[in-house]
């Protein structure tokens, strides 16, 4: 497992914690420390989202534990009865992910039974944490989702082109092909998830002008286009070796399989500007997707068992479809990257 910068911030942030906690006078600082691993996020946004909603659901939470406590001591099944209406509370009020914490302080609280002084301690104690983490994560590696998402498309693309490229032609160890196939899925979970990190980075914190709205466009249709080549995986693995095929059908699906991952690799390289402008066309790959459905759809009969192959067939039609739009929006991203500088 690699070492990475929300790791050392977590610790870093505990460190912080702990210390301003021993600078107050805290008699339990470990609470603070609690707070901050809980209130590390992996973007600014969200940690600042998440600093505003453990703001309210705290403060509620110490409010109604202190007057729970006053009223009824710190009874086991009390405390587990006012859980559950914090739980409930928070529920309503869409703040999901602080009902950890929040119970934290609750209990933490529920302890004073009616120290207003001891509560409001333990209430501190949980802000420290809190506020520790939120300034670490700004000042130290603040998280940059744009970059994660670039850096881990081009993992993605090289570990799908590497199945798409020997899908047809079989030459993967099953274990192997099964073994890349899941890390696959596992990482495009992730992908999906980064793409959410910068949608939220640009729409909520800074202003979304016309240059980073286009930019979401062109990394949404990145992750679209990869999402269309598992799918060609997913109807392979499903379709194409249960269908009648002939060798010569074989070695057309797994050439226009190789046209297209080339493609994809082009577009790519041209969105990250490391391609020459004469080399940049992929207009022959768009041509060969038309004639390459329209021949298969020819060679199969349907009262046999080729009438899987359209299927495929269709799936690879929409892969290159996706790569041919995201080279035109490649195109309208340099055009007003120049005109722009």
């Known amino acids: 497992m690699a070492l990475g910068p929300r790791v050392l911030k977590t610790g ?6 702990l210390y301003i906690s021993m600078f107050l006078g805290f008699q339990t600082p470990v609470i603070a420390a609690v707070a901050a691993i809980f ?22 939470g110490a409010a109604i534990a202190l007057l729970v406590g006053m009223a009824f001591a710190n009874d086991p099944l009390i405390i587990g009865l006012t859980c559950i209406i914090v739980i409930m509370i928070c529920l309503k009020m869409k703040m999901e992910e602080t009902i950890g914490l929040t119970l934290v302080t609750v209990i933490a609280v529920m302890e004073a039974s009616g120290q207003w002084d001891f509560a409001l301690s333990r209430f501190l104690h949980t802000l420290v944490g809190i506020g520790s983490a939120f300034v670490i994560n700004i000042l130290f590696f603040p998280p940059k989702p744009n970059v994660q998402f670039l850096k881990q498309i081009d993992a993605v693309f090289n570990r799908m082109s590497l199945l798409l490229r020997t899908a047809i032609s079989d030459e993967m160890k099953e274990s192997s092909f099964r073994s890349e ?18 949608e939220e980075e640009i729409k909520k914190i800074k ?27 997913e109807t392979i693995d499903n379709h194409y070796f249960q269908s009648t095929r002939t060798p010569e059908i074989n070695e057309a699906f797994d050439r226009h399989l190789e046209l297209l991952e080339k493609a994809h690799e082009l577009v790519l390289l041209k969105l990250d500007d490391k391609m020459k402008p004469e080399l940049e066309s992929i207009e022959q790959m768009e041509i060969e997707n038309e004639k390459f459905l329209q021949t298969v759809m020819q060679e199969i009969h349907f009262d046999d068992g080729s009438r899987r192959l359209s299927i495929v067939a269709a799936a690879c039609y929409e892969y290159g479809y996706q790569i041919a739009r995201l080279d035109r929006l490649a195109g309208h991203a340099d055009i007003e990257e120049k005109s722009s500088s």
């Not at 870093?12 to 914690?17: E, K, L, R």
């Not at 590390?40 to 703001?55: E, G, K, T, V």
């Not at 196939?181 to 910068?198: G, N, P, V």
């Not at 202003?207 to 995986?233: D, F, H, P």
């Open 12 to 17: 870093i942030a505990v460190a912080m914690a």
């Open 181 to 198: 196939y899941q890390a696959l899925e596992t990482e495009m979970l992730s992908l999906h998830d980064k793409f959410k990190l910068f």
């Open 39 to 60: 209130a590390m996020q992996p973007s600014i946004y969200r940690s600042w989202r998440y600093f505003l909603d453990q703001l309210q659901t705290n403060t509620l």
């Open 207 to 233: 202003r979304a002008k016309y240059r980073r709205s286009r930019q979401i466009v062109v990394y949404k249709q990145m992750l679209n286009t990869l999402q269309k080549g598992l799918e060609v995986l």
